[in-house]
């Protein structure tokens, strides 16, 4: 079922009060056909749980930006295509200088390893970032603009399935996505 998991109740909802149009065409279809896994770039191993010291580096490189630096304890990283992440593009400011873009897991320098847990087994994830190349299209909304999308992305994900507001998204979301031709006529 596409309405389920987090490319749909947090991802979804963030593209569509975020994103420009470029992103919903390329990104909602698949997400609502449930042909493509996000994971979630936020945590890093010395931030804490003070998320706005986050040092996942995004270097401006003209059209692109340069990535390099770590995530920790990213669910599903080690299956996912792509990632929406949180990285700093400007050292003098805290939350400030933190950008929100959606890189593609299968982009040269990008590796997952799995956190081994003492089941051994684990969902989570370790994901190193060295020199990946992201196109600047892939930065959803302003530049530097990253934490106040964070917050909302958050308020999503605690705002859980059953709420009311939850289910107007992800109903949102399905309407939009059959605009953007990802369901015939009759869903």
Same mark, same amino acid.
């Given at each position: /079922?596409?309405?389920?998991?987090?490319?749909? +109740?947090?991802?979804?909802?963030?593209? !569509?009060? &975020? $994103?420009? #149009? #470029?992103?919903?065409?390329?990104?909602?279809?698949?997400?609502?056909?449930?042909?493509? @896994?996000?994971?979630? $770039?936020?945590?890093?191993? $010395? =931030?804490?749980?003070?998320?706005?010291?986050?040092?996942?580096?995004?270097?401006?490189?003209?059209?692109? &930006?340069?990535? /390099?630096?770590? %995530?920790?304890? *990213?669910?599903? =990283?080690?299956? =996912?295509?792509?990632?929406?992440? !949180?990285?700093?593009?400007?050292?003098? @400011? %805290?939350?400030?200088?933190?950008?929100?873009?959606?890189?593609?897991? @299968?982009?040269?320098?990008?590796?997952?390893?799995?956190?081994?847990?003492?089941?051994?087994?684990?969902? &989570?994830?370790?994901?190193? &970032?060295?020199?990946?190349?992201?196109? %600047?299209? +892939?930065?959803?909304?302003? !530049? +530097?603009?990253?934490?106040?999308?964070?917050?909302?992305? !958050?308020?999503? #994900? @605690?705002?859980?399935?059953?709420? *009311?507001?939850?289910?107007?998204?992800?109903?949102?979301?399905?309407?939009?996505?059959?605009?953007?031709?990802?369901?015939?006529?009759?869903?």
């Amino acid at each position: /079922n596409p309405v389920q998991g987090m490319s749909v +109740n947090l991802l979804g909802p963030t593209l !569509l009060e &975020f $994103g420009s #149009e #470029e992103q919903k065409l390329q990104h909602l279809p698949p997400v609502a056909r449930g042909e493509v @896994r996000w994971c979630q $770039g936020y945590s890093e191993p $010395g =931030a804490g749980s003070d998320l706005a010291s986050l040092q996942c580096l995004a270097e401006d490189r003209g059209d692109s &930006f340069l990535i /390099n630096g770590q %995530k920790v304890w *990213t669910s599903g =990283a080690h299956f =996912a295509h792509w990632c929406f992440c !949180l990285v700093r593009t400007d050292r003098s @400011r %805290k939350q400030g200088g933190i950008s929100f873009v959606l890189i593609d897991m @299968r982009s040269p320098g990008v590796e997952a390893q799995p956190i081994k847990l003492i089941s051994g087994g684990s969902t &989570f994830c370790e994901v190193f &970032f060295k020199d990946v190349v992201v196109p %600047k299209a +892939n930065l959803v909304g302003q !530049l +530097n603009g990253g934490w106040a999308i964070a917050k909302r992305l !958050l308020q999503f #994900e @605690r705002s859980g399935i059953g709420d *009311t507001r939850r289910a107007r998204s992800v109903r949102r979301l399905a309407d939009v996505v059959r605009e953007y031709g990802a369901f015939d006529s009759d869903g």
